[in-house]
Structure formats: C-alpha cells, structure tokens
C-alpha cells in the first residue's frame, strides 16, 4: 500500500497537509524549510501539530526486529514503535537508533551487533520504501518530506568499538550512519568517560578527540548523552561543530548523573548544540525520583566482585536480550508519583529558560524504557507535547522549533557544511 492510500485511512489529514513543507497564503518559509505563519503566535491552534515539522531525537529501532523478527511497517500491540504509530504521532522524521547494548561488549560482540543491526535498519527501511526514507542531512529530510514520507536519520547508541577504530567510523558512515553516542551506552570505553561509568580518562582522551575531530572532518553528528560531565565538556570544547545531548533531563530538576548539568546545557548551546528532552518520569519528575530511591535497600549498590564465568556467544546474548523485549517500563506507578505532559513541559521550560528556545528539542527514548507520562503510550501520543507546550502560552515559532526545526537546523550545520 503506498503512504499516499496509508494517510487516507488514518485519523489525520491527508498527505497535503501531513507534510511540513507546503506554502499558503500569509505564510513564510524560514531557512529550515518550515511554515511559520506570524499571525498565529500565542494563540492555541489544535491543528499545529500536524502541520509542523515534528522530528524525535532519539526512538530505539531494531532490536526488536532482530531478535523477534518484525518488520517496522507493521503495527504493534505493544512496545511504543512502529511506522504506522509514527504515522498517527504525526512525525515526520526519526533519530532512527540503533542499540548495541552492554550484554554485548563483555565478550567483545558490539562490532557484530552494531554492524548487523545498521544493515537490517538499511533493509527495514528499504523494505518500506513507500513509508520512510533513510536521509544523510537535512536537504534529503527535506526532499523526503515533500515527497510525503517519513525520514529516517541513522543514529547508534553504544560504541562503534570499544576501542574507537576509525577505520569501523567510516565504514559505518558508509553505510548511511550519521549521528554516533561516543559513550559505550553507560560504560566508560577506551576513549571517554561515560556518566556511570568509571572515570578512566578524566573525560576524553587525546583518542577520543582524534574521533571527535574525524566526526567533524565527515560531517557526523556527535552525541554526548551518557557522557560524563568533564567528557560533555572537553568534547564541546575539541569539536569544531555543535554537539548534541539527543536525550535526558536536566540535573536542576532531578539531581540524575544521566541528566545534563547546567553548566554543559550552556557550553553545548553557546557552541551552537541541541538538547533532547527524553520523556521519562526518571529524569524530569523529582516526586518520581523520591519514590524510586524510597524503596532502594541499604546497600543494594554495593558492587560485588564479579566471578568467572564462560565466555557467552552471541546466539547466547541474543536469546537473553529476547526475554525482556520491548524495552519498555513494566512495574505500575503510583498516581501520586505519576508524571503528567504539564510536568514535562516544564522541564522543556526550564531548558528554555536557561539556553534559549533554539536550543531545546525533544528526544523520547521510544522502546528504550522510560516510564512514559500518564498521557503517552506510544508515539501514536505525540502531539500531547504540542497541546502541552501551547498550555505554557508558547508561541507556534518557539513550538515549531522545539517540536523540529531545531534538530533540522543543528543537522543541516554539521552534515552540509562543506
């Protein structure tokens, strides 16, 4: 079925207004390609969001469809993703993220891993041609967008390598890879430290700042999200392009290591970068956070040395990784601790107040298993951040930014710069 048929079906409009990029009367477009109409500033218009350019920073694809074997163009009755969810959520382009998670790194799989989950999401969105189209910067978005499809923008959370070789860099951008977490998910790797991890480096190390400066020379988006302050810092400070935070919350709001430090959040916008706002109540809901350190144990963190244990293959990783499909939250949340969108608006607020309104981006963390406010199951969900972000008496430009355009303009500047 073509995506022209698809819209026809759904609950929204149809392809001439699902898109971003179309031109009306006392309209103007600004640089990124988007719609602004002027007249329409702090006023509360419900169908916004679905003219907008809607972009996430961060949604978890491909694990899934490994280990289950699902393809991206069906619907599914659980977990948070799926083309046609996307379709309805109204966005129109994806961080699309492939996950190499740490099961993988002990007996040293990541590089297989990696390199099979980017060529699946290759094969997944080719087999869905109809629907979604892989882009390499911000003109292709664009093109793909005027031709009424979504555009996915290939994105991989956890090392490339653990040891950070080059050569595995730029085979991967090859293959369409334009966006890379330095970090190995939480675990300090051979060339920056991670929020969580141990502090090997003392942030990043001078490898570390030959990828950073090889990201820059191939027009790769750098992401700092589970970096470790000093790593944010001193990466910010060697790249000569804006870096991105594709998803967390602020340490202001909840004192989170995987939340950004007001100082970072500064350093990363004054160089020109975009921070995602991830949708869990873990790292924007301080009740939240109160209630989950409340049922901790004393000394349940306690490390304890690991014992030896035979090496697993990585049919052996896969099959454990299986069990907990969908990564998403499973335990019930108390209403009393239960984070609403107005919570989460207020924390797009606070970045706002404390960068500036180009600055702040949305980057859920889809299928990555945060608990989702009372109001979000599921991408389908989106535009409750658009009613929510309207509640605050923001501007349709200042939403059009937070909701897209920010992503867009921080991708045409690192991917087209020459």
């Not at 007249?39 to 003219?51: E, I, R, V």
């Not at 606070?350 to 009372?374: C, Q, T």
């Amino acid at each position: 079925m073509k995506r022209r048929d698809v819209i026809k079906c759904l609950t929204i409009l149809p392809i001439a207004e699902f898109s971003p990029f179309k031109i009306g009367e006392n309209s103007i477009i600004d640089e990124y390609g988007s719609l602004l109409n002027p007249s329409s500033a702090n006023s509360f218009n419900p169908d916004l969001h679905k003219k907008a350019f809607v972009m996430d920073g961060h949604i978890h694809m491909m694990t899934r469809q490994l280990l289950e074997g699902l393809d991206i163009g069906d619907r599914y009755t659980d977990g948070h993703v799926d083309i046609p969810r996307a379709i309805d959520g109204g966005l129109d382009a994806m961080f699309f993220s492939c996950y190499t998670p740490e099961p993988y790194y002990s007996d040293r799989h990541e590089v297989k891993n990696t390199f099979r989950v980017v060529e699946l999401a290759l094969a997944q969105i080719e087999k869905n041609n109809d629907l979604i189209e892989l882009a390499h910067n911000a003109s292709d978005i664009v093109r793909i967008n005027r031709r009424g499809k979504m555009a996915a923008f290939l994105d991989l959370e956890g090392g490339f390598d653990l040891d950070g070789d080059l050569n595995l860099l730029r085979a991967l951008y090859r293959l369409g890879l334009r966006s890379v977490q330095l970090t190995a998910h939480n675990e300090t790797n051979a060339f920056i430290d991670s929020c969580y991890g141990e502090k090997r480096w003392g942030g990043l190390n001078a490898h570390g700042r030959d990828i950073v400066t090889e990201m820059n020379k191939l027009g790769m988006l750098i992401n700092v999200a589970h970096a470790s302050d000093d790593a944010i810092l001193q990466t910010v400070e060697a790249s000569s392009q804006p870096v991105i935070y594709s998803h967390g919350g602020f340490r202001g709001i909840v004192n989170s290591l995987r939340c950004i430090t007001d100082e970072c959040a500064k350093a990363l916008a004054a160089k020109g970068g975009v921070i995602g706002i991830q949708f869990g109540s873990s790292f924007n809901n301080p009740k939240y956070a109160q209630w989950v350190d409340s049922k901790r144990q004393p000394g349940s963190v306690t490390k304890v040395a690991p014992k030896e244990r035979k090496p697993l293959s990585i049919e052996e990783v896969d099959r454990g990784l299986s069990k907990g499909l969908p990564f998403v939250y499973k335990e019930v949340i108390p209403d009393e601790v239960w984070m609403g969108v107005d919570q989460l608006a207020r924390v797009i607020d606070y970045g706002v107040r404390l960068v500036g309104e180009d600055h702040i981006a949305l980057g859920s963390d889809f299928d990555g298993g945060p608990p989702l406010p009372r109001e979000i199951k599921d991408v389908s969900d989106y535009p409750q951040m658009t009613y929510a972000m309207q509640k605050l008496g923001y501007s349709e430009k200042r939403i059009r930014k937070i909701l897209g355009l920010n992503w867009l303009r921080v991708i045409r500047q690192v991917t087209e710069n020459g």
